[in-house]
């Protein structure tokens, strides 16, 4: 587990929200109802009235919840929350014992899932290509949730090899690559997380090389006969950057302590 703490400067921890004042300035820059999305998203479990202290994470996990208890957290903004179009609605099990945490230490859980793919500057995708050095060009795929893009000047001769390696080395995991062609990449396109279902939208949108977080069986084999590459760099790894983004810049707005914990995540 590693975290980083951001104060805005000048801030002390008396600055302080109202929770559904908070809701509002994160619909306001996720903008939510503009996606179909797998489950609720804004606040999904009601804690405190007022928050001071923000921790963000990738996923809701027990361990994010007792790390953010730690911290005296007030609220939790994350990418994955606890509720998923399909359960079944009992509260039993992990289940549970997530929500009984929050609820005792009346911490207020914030999540946001395709939105917080899809902003333009803090989201996701944008935070990745930031990382790796990519300019967005373009969008595809459902939604318009995946992007495409180009490298700078300096990455111009890379071959999917070379972006291979930059990932691992930038992620700090291992990437699994079909690399079907040694050609200088040009056209990069992205969409992080479990993505795999956007590969054929990205070989139709010109793309030579498609970078996400996971790979199922078919992606190997449209990429051998597409010669498009195929990099999967993990689905926790490649979302680890949306969340502390957003929850960062709305702390800064209103003076609130913000820390960002990251829960080691091989997938």
């Known amino acids: 587990m590693t975290d980083s703490t951001a104060h805005t400067p000048g801030s002390t921890a008396a600055g302080s929200i109202d929770r559904d004042r908070l809701a509002l300035e994160f619909d306001r820059l996720l903008e939510p109802a503009r996606f179909r999305d797998y489950g609720p998203n804004g606040l999904q479990v009601e804690g405190r009235p007022i928050v001071r202290r923000i921790v963000s994470g990738v996923t809701a996990s027990r361990a994010l919840i007792e790390a953010a208890i730690e911290a005296d957290a007030d609220a939790i903004f994350v990418h994955h929350g606890l509720f998923w179009r ?11 014992q997530r929500l009984a945490l929050l609820l005792r230490h009346e911490i207020n859980l914030y999540a946001y899932h395709l939105p917080l793919d899809a902003h333009p500057d803090l989201g996701n995708n944008a935070q990745l290509a930031r990382r ?43 990437v699994t690559a079909v690399l ?9 396109a992205w969409c992080t997380g479990g993505a795999q279902a956007y590969f054929e939208a990205a070989i139709a949108a010109g793309a030579q090389v498609f970078v996400t977080g996971e790979i199922s069986e078919p992606q190997a084999h449209l990429a051998r006969e597409t010669g498009v590459a195929y990099l999967a760099c993990g689905h926790h ?10 929850a960062a810049a709305v702390a800064a707005l209103h003076g609130l302590e913000h820390r960002f914990i990251d829960i080691d995540n091989p997938a």
């Open 237 to 246: 790894a490649t979302e680890r950057y949306g969340a502390p983004a957003v």
């Open 180 to 188: 079907p062609h040694d050609e200088p990449i040009e056209r990069v």
């Open 132 to 174: 790796l050095g990519w300019t967005i060009t373009g969008r595809f795929g459902e939604q318009d949730l995946g992007c495409i893009g180009r490298w700078s000047t300096a990455a111009r001769s890379w071959r999917a090899q070379d972006l291979a390696q930059h990932l691992e080395r930038t992620l700090a995991r291992r």
């Open 86 to 96: 399909g359960q079944d609605g009992r509260v039993t099990g992990w289940l549970r």
